[in-house]
């Protein structure tokens, strides 16, 4: 795979504004599904067309009040163009089921968020699908210290070739980025 880090330890929302400014400059029409979006801070702050953000937690932002994770299955992803997966870890559930939609569109920018250490937990469907749900228990921080190599791994295993993003290292390694899909 062909990874572009560009590196910084600013971790202003400016930086993820930038990146996400970079990942839409393609597209003539930007219609967004933020799936974890908290207070909107970063699409409030870009020019779109049509805007859908999600999130949990209500009272944050003009979203729809649900769990991403559950309710996944249920969006529909062929109008979208741009699709934001700015949750806290690592979400490989969405990921692996956004591989297999026939809905989602080729051209359809995907913007991600990955955030680990050895102490924040890996999903699931990550240790099924890289084989380690055996052994995760034994040594659980080996494995969490290797959750992005596993996520662009995973990437790379569902054909994606090139990937954009920032890193910051903090108490964490963060990397914010995009990839475009191509079918
Ligand atoms: C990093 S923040 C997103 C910030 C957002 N991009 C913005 O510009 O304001 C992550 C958000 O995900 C939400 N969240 C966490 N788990 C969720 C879930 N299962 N479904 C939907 N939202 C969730 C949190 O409430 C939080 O607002």
């Known amino acids: 795979m062909n990874q572009q880090p560009i590196k910084t330890d600013n971790k202003s929302i400016y930086d993820k504004i930038f990146i996400c400014k ?3 400059q393609g597209l003539t029409h930007v219609r967004v599904l933020d799936l974890f979006a908290g207070r909107n801070v970063l699409w409030n702050n870009i020019v779109t067309e049509d805007y859908f953000g999600i999130d949990r937690e209500k009272y944050k932002g003009k979203n729809l009040v649900a769990d991403s994770h559950k309710i996944f299955d249920s969006l529909d992803l062929k109008n979208f163009t ?6 806290y870890g690592i979400s490989f559930d969405i990921y692996k089921k956004l591989f297999s939609r026939k809905d989602l569109q080729s051209g359809t920018v995907i913007i991600y968020t990955a955030i680990t250490n050895e102490f924040t937990k890996i999903r699931n469907e990550a240790k099924i699908e890289f084989n380690f749900d055996k052994f995760y228990n034994k040594a659980p921080s080996l494995f969490n210290a290797r959750a992005i190599e596993f996520f662009y791994e995973m990437l790379a295993k569902y054909g994606i070739s090139e990937v954009n993003y920032y890193e910051i290292r903090d108490h964490f390694l963060k ?3 995009y990839f475009i899909i191509n079918r």
């Not at 741009?82 to 949750?87: A, F, K, L, T, Y």
């Open 22 to 24: 970079q990942a839409i």
């Open 82 to 87: 741009v699709i934001d997966v700015d949750s």
């Open 175 to 177: 990397h914010y980025g």
